[in-house]
Each structure stands twice: as structure tokens, then as C-alpha cells.
């Protein structure tokens, strides 16, 4: 027999149904109010882990990247390495008064503005791949090149060539040049050096054909229809490439060009401008003047033609060793021994180089360290300055490069001028700005090994204030002379 609770429990119990039928309904409410903002929270979260995922993207190390790596090797063969052949044209111009009134200093301020537009229009063809892409800016190259050549077919006075072989030339290089020059090590990981060294090779390459077909075109056609076909096969090949070129700069965060100028208040980052600088007035003569050399010691312009093709067979043969081997022995312990090896060989062999073999020896040996800078610029930059400040270390690097590359062929021409038609002036002067470039970039070296030395006794913490409190770094002149890996 069930009993009847007492009436104050039946309306207790029902009161705490009603309170909880009414909690379900609040809970309910709340729940459709929060469920916008947890979507929306959740949304957020799955958009930063999609962007996390692209940025520790890991690089096939292969590949397309190997077509993406012949491509740029071919753009540096038809970019750097046509400009090589500068040299053929160079001599040409000297013997022969192609263009009235033009004199000597004309003709080098035209090589010289090649290489220099090259580098100074970076900052434009940078801002163009991070606006537009990095096919727009490799065909925008193509244009001004293609248009550089077809121009100087026409040319009859000497600001022509001004326009079209020197300016506009420089121009399309530098947009080709900085469109491609990142692109093959964004595909590698343990293979990048090898891809790098590849690429780089190909500007060798490209100077030793150009070289002996541009001799042989001027010679058999004529030196408009040289411009012509030039220009024909630099579109073709150029163009080919900019289409099968494939950047990844989505997967891996597109970099800002910066520029920090008071970088120049460290003695370091000096020393290293010192040495591009110095570096840079020795490698241009030495690039444009082997076959004018040659024609003023009694070679003929083909056998000329064949010294600068060799010269360019070094530079294809040396740098990616030098780069390669920076690993092992240490990167401003290679540049710097490699640049005084330059401006040794330019005292000693190309100084008394009087015959075709001993010339050639030169061309071929000198090549192979001439272009030191260029195989060793960035990682040294690195280096001395750290990865944080690479890229506004080397977009000051380039605009500091372009005074010497403008001038230094029209001063070895000079030299040579001044010393009526003979190139001992001009071989000193080459030696000696080698010779000083190895010199700046040893005491930039005795500057990092004191930082080592520093870092050392810090436990290897820079800024460990306690650590290094009592610590001396050993005089400058013992870290001149002492040798480490470095």
C-alpha cells in the first residue's frame, strides 16, 4: 500500500523540476549563443595549422626541382655568359673604328654598365616577384634583353650602344638574374650546394660558347647580324625557361627586401664591402680585357676569342668547388686564400704572358679563382653578419657593388692608354686590388675569431655578460697569424 507524501514535499519537488527544466532551457540558449564563436574559433585554429603546415613544408630535395635547376643554369649561360662575351666585342670595337668618334673609355663604360644595371635594378625586379610573380619578372627580362640586342643591330652611333648593349642589356639581365637565382635552392635540402653549384657553372659555361660564337659570327656575318641571332636565340631559350620555371615561394614565406644602413657602423660589415669592392675592380678588367690583351701582344682575334672562351672554362671548372670545399675548410678561410691566389697568378703568369699556350695556361688557371666573390658572397655575408641580417646585408652589398663594376674596365683601359697600348699597368693594378681584397677579408677573419673566442668563454652565449666579464680577446696582430677554422 503506497502512502501519499506529505503536500510540502510534492510542491518542493515540483519547484526543483520546473528549476531544472528551466536550467535545460538557459544551457540550451547558451549553447546556440557560443556555437558561432566556437566555429569561428575553431575556423581561426585550422587557418593557422593550413599556414603552419605551408611554412615547415619540407622541399622534394629532387624531383622537378632538376628541371627548375637546368633552367636556371640555362638563364645563367644566356645572361652572365653572353655578358662574357662582352670581351669578343670589346676587342672587336678596339681594332676596328666601328662607331666615329667613339673613343676606348666609351666602349669599357658600356661593359662596365652591363654588370652595374644588372645589380642595380634588383630592388625593382624584387618588388615585381613579390607583387606579380616570379614568371612575370623572368619575362619582363626576357623583353629587355631580347630588345637589347635586336637595338644594338641598329646602332650607327655610340650613345646607341649606350642604350641598348649597356643599359637596357643590364636591365634584362638583372630581372632574369633575380627572378631565377633563388629558385633551385628552394627544391633541396642535403642536394642544395650540389644544385647551387650546378647553376652557377652555367654562366661559365655560357661565356666559354658565347664567347667563340660571337668571334665567329662577327667574322662570317657581320656584327648587326651577330646582335640579331644573339638576340633571337637569348628570347627562344629564355623564354622556354621563364615557362617551366616553378618557385615555391607559397610553401616556404616570401622574404622582404630591407635595407639596414647602419649595418656601416660595424667594422665587419665594412671590411666585407671592402672586399667586393676590391674584388669587383679586379674581376671585371680581367674579364673583359684577355682577348684585347691577346690582340696586343701579336694573337689574332680568333685565338683571343679562344682565351676568353678558356678563361670562362675556369670559372665553370672552379666555382662550385670553391664553394663545395667552404664547407670543410672554412668559408673566409677559402675566399680570402683563393682572391690572394687570383692576384698572384696575375703577377707572376699573366704579367710575362707573351705567347698563346703561356695566355691560355693564364686564362684557364686564373679562371678558376677570378670569380671567387661571386661563388662566396652570400655564405661568407652569413658568416660574418648572421642569417637575420643576410638579406639586408646583401641588398646594400649589390648597390655597393655597382661603382666598381661601372668603373673599373674604363680604369684599366685608362692604364693601359697611359702606358701607350701596354697592359703592365693595368695587370699591376689587377693584381694588386685581388691582392687587397684577400688582405681586407683576413682582418674581417681575425674579427671572428676574437668573436669565437669571445662566444667561447661566454659558453657560447654572446650576450652571457657574467661569463665573459674578465674575458680578453688575444691581440689583433696573433689573430692575423694563427690559423682556425673560420
Same mark, same amino acid.
Given at each position: 500500500?503506497m502512502?501519499?507524501?506529505?503536500?510540502?514535499?510534492?510542491e518542493?519537488?515540483?519547484?526543483?523540476d520546473?528549476?531544472?527544466?528551466?536550467?535545460?532551457?538557459?544551457?540550451?540558449?547558451?549553447?546556440?549563443?557560443?556555437?558561432?564563436?566556437?566555429?569561428?574559433?575553431?575556423?581561426?585554429?585550422?587557418?593557422?595549422?593550413?599556414?603552419t603546415?605551408s611554412?615547415t613544408?619540407v622541399?622534394?630535395?629532387g624531383?622537378?626541382?632538376?628541371?627548375c635547376?637546368?633552367?636556371?643554369?640555362?638563364?645563367?649561360?644566356?645572361?652572365?655568359?653572353?655578358?662574357?662575351?662582352?670581351?669578343?666585342f670589346?676587342?672587336?670595337y678596339?681594332?676596328?673604328?666601328?662607331f666615329?668618334?667613339?673613343?676606348?673609355?666609351?666602349?669599357?663604360?658600356i661593359?662596365?654598365?652591363?654588370?652595374?644595371?644588372?645589380?642595380?635594378?634588383?630592388?625593382?625586379?624584387?618588388?615585381?616577384?613579390?607583387?606579380?610573380?616570379?614568371?612575370?619578372?623572368?619575362?619582363?627580362?626576357?623583353?629587355l634583353?631580347?630588345?637589347?640586342?635586336?637595338g644594338?643591330?641598329?646602332?650607327?652611333?655610340?650613345w646607341?650602344?649606350?642604350?641598348t648593349?649597356?643599359?637596357?642589356?643590364g636591365?634584362g639581365m638583372?630581372?632574369?638574374?633575380?627572378?631565377?637565382?633563388?629558385?633551385?635552392?628552394?627544391?633541396?635540402t642535403?642536394?642544395?650546394?650540389?644544385?647551387?653549384?650546378l647553376?652557377?657553372?652555367? #654562366?661559365? +659555361? !655560357?661565356?666559354?660558347?658565347?664567347?667563340?660564337?660571337?668571334?665567329?659570327m662577327? &667574322?662570317? $656575318? *657581320? =656584327?648587326?647580324?651577330?646582335?640579331?641571332?644573339?638576340g633571337?636565340?637569348a628570347?627562344?631559350v629564355?623564354a622556354?625557361?621563364?615557362?617551366?620555371?616553378?618557385?615555391?615561394?607559397?610553401?616556404?614565406?616570401s622574404?622582404?627586401?630591407?635595407?639596414?644602413?647602419?649595418?656601416?657602423?660595424?667594422?665587419?660589415?665594412c671590411?666585407?664591402?671592402?672586399?667586393?669592392?676590391? #674584388?669587383m +675592380? !679586379?674581376?671585371?678588367?680581367?674579364?673583359?680585357?684577355?682577348?684585347?690583351?691577346? &690582340?696586343? $701582344? *701579336? =694573337?689574332?682575334?680568333?685565338?683571343?676569342?679562344?682565351?676568353?672562351?678558356?678563361?670562362?672554362?675556369?670559372?665553370t671548372?672552379?666555382?662550385?668547388?670553391?664553394?663545395?670545399?667552404?664547407?670543410?675548410?672554412?668559408?673566409?678561410n677559402?675566399?680570402?686564400?683563393m682572391?690572394?691566389?687570383?692576384?698572384?697568378?696575375s703577377?707572376?703568369?699573366?704579367?710575362f704572358?707573351? #705567347?698563346?699556350?703561356?695566355?691560355?695556361?693564364?686564362g684557364?688557371?686564373?679562371?678558376?679563382v677570378?670569380?671567387?666573390y661571386?661563388?662566396?658572397?652570400?655564405?661568407?655575408?652569413?658568416?660574418?653578419?648572421?642569417?637575420?641580417?643576410?638579406?639586408?646585408?646583401?641588398?646594400?652589398?649589390w648597390?655597393?657593388?655597382?661603382?666598381?663594376?661601372?668603373f673599373?674596365?674604363?680604369?684599366g683601359?685608362?692604364i693601359?692608354?697611359?702606358?701607350?697600348?701596354?697592359?703592365t699597368g693595368?695587370?699591376?693594378?689587377?693584381?694588386?686590388?685581388?691582392?687587397?681584397?684577400?688582405?681586407?677579408?683576413?682582418?674581417?677573419?681575425?674579427?671572428k675569431?676574437?668573436?669565437?673566442?669571445e662566444q667561447?668563454?661566454?659558453g657560447?652565449?654572446?650576450?652571457?655578460?657574467?661569463?665573459?666579464?674578465?674575458?680578453?680577446?688575444?691581440?689583433?696582430v696573433?689573430?692575423?697569424v694563427m690559423?682556425?677554422?673560420?
Amino acid at each position: 500500500m503506497m502512502t501519499r507524501k506529505p503536500r510540502h514535499e510534492e510542491e518542493l519537488e515540483s519547484r526543483e523540476d520546473q528549476g531544472i527544466a528551466a536550467s535545460e532551457e538557459a544551457l540550451d540558449g547558451a549553447e546556440q549563443r557560443l556555437t558561432p564563436g566556437l566555429d569561428k574559433e575553431i575556423d581561426q585554429k585550422a587557418v593557422a595549422l593550413q599556414k603552419t603546415k605551408s611554412y615547415t613544408d619540407v622541399p622534394p630535395n629532387g624531383g622537378y626541382g632538376w628541371v627548375c635547376v637546368a633552367a636556371c643554369a640555362t638563364i645563367n649561360a644566356h645572361t652572365w655568359g653572353l655578358n662574357s662575351s662582352y670581351a669578343v666585342f670589346l676587342a672587336y670595337y678596339l681594332s676596328n673604328d666601328i662607331f666615329p668618334g667613339a673613343t676606348p673609355l666609351h666602349y669599357a663604360f658600356i661593359g662596365g654598365l652591363s654588370i652595374s644595371q644588372a645589380l642595380i635594378v634588383s630592388p625593382i625586379a624584387t618588388l615585381t616577384t613579390r607583387i606579380f610573380s616570379t614568371r612575370t619578372t623572368l619575362l619582363i627580362g626576357v623583353v629587355l634583353e631580347t630588345a637589347s640586342f635586336i637595338g644594338a643591330s641598329f646602332a650607327t652611333k655610340i650613345w646607341h650602344l649606350f642604350l641598348t648593349q649597356g643599359l637596357c642589356f643590364g636591365w634584362g639581365m638583372g630581372f632574369l638574374f633575380v627572378g631565377s637565382v633563388g629558385i633551385a635552392a628552394q627544391w633541396f635540402t642535403t642536394r642544395r650546394s650540389l644544385a647551387n653549384g650546378l647553376t652557377s657553372a652555367g #654562366s661559365g +659555361l !655560357g661565356g666559354l660558347i658565347y664567347s667563340l660564337a660571337t668571334q665567329a659570327m662577327i &667574322r662570317n $656575318i *657581320g =656584327l648587326p647580324w651577330a646582335f640579331r641571332i644573339l638576340g633571337i636565340i637569348a628570347f627562344i631559350v629564355n623564354a622556354s625557361c621563364a615557362l617551366v620555371m616553378r618557385d615555391r615561394n607559397k610553401q616556404i614565406g616570401s622574404s622582404q627586401l630591407s635595407f639596414d644602413w647602419r649595418l656601416f657602423k660595424k667594422a665587419e660589415f665594412c671590411g666585407l664591402m671592402l672586399f667586393g669592392f676590391l #674584388s669587383m +675592380l !679586379g674581376y671585371v678588367v680581367l674579364l673583359f680585357s684577355l682577348p684585347n690583351y691577346a &690582340r696586343t $701582344i *701579336g =694573337l689574332t682575334a680568333q685565338q683571343g676569342s679562344i682565351i676568353g672562351a678558356v678563361f670562362n672554362l675556369g670559372q665553370t671548372l672552379g666555382r662550385p668547388p670553391i664553394g663545395y670545399f667552404s664547407d670543410s675548410v672554412g668559408r673566409l678561410n677559402m675566399a680570402s686564400s683563393m682572391t690572394l691566389a687570383c692576384g698572384i697568378f696575375s703577377l707572376l703568369i699573366w704579367m710575362f704572358a707573351k #705567347s698563346f699556350g703561356v695566355v691560355l695556361f693564364f686564362g684557364i688557371l686564373g679562371g678558376t679563382v677570378a670569380g671567387t666573390y661571386w661563388a662566396v658572397a652570400a655564405p661568407v655575408t652569413a658568416e660574418v653578419m648572421g642569417i637575420k641580417r643576410l638579406p639586408s646585408a646583401l641588398s646594400i652589398t649589390w648597390l655597393v657593388m655597382v661603382v666598381p663594376t661601372t668603373f673599373s674596365e674604363a680604369i684599366g683601359l685608362e692604364i693601359v692608354a697611359f702606358n701607350h697600348g701596354t697592359y703592365t699597368g693595368a695587370i699591376l693594378f689587377t693584381g694588386f686590388m685581388y691582392i687587397g681584397a684577400a688582405l681586407s677579408l683576413w682582418m674581417v677573419r681575425a674579427w671572428k675569431i676574437g668573436e669565437q673566442e669571445e662566444q667561447s668563454a661566454g659558453g657560447g652565449k654572446m650576450n652571457n655578460a657574467g661569463a665573459t666579464a674578465g674575458f680578453k680577446r688575444s691581440p689583433f696582430v696573433k689573430r692575423m697569424v694563427m690559423w682556425r677554422k673560420v
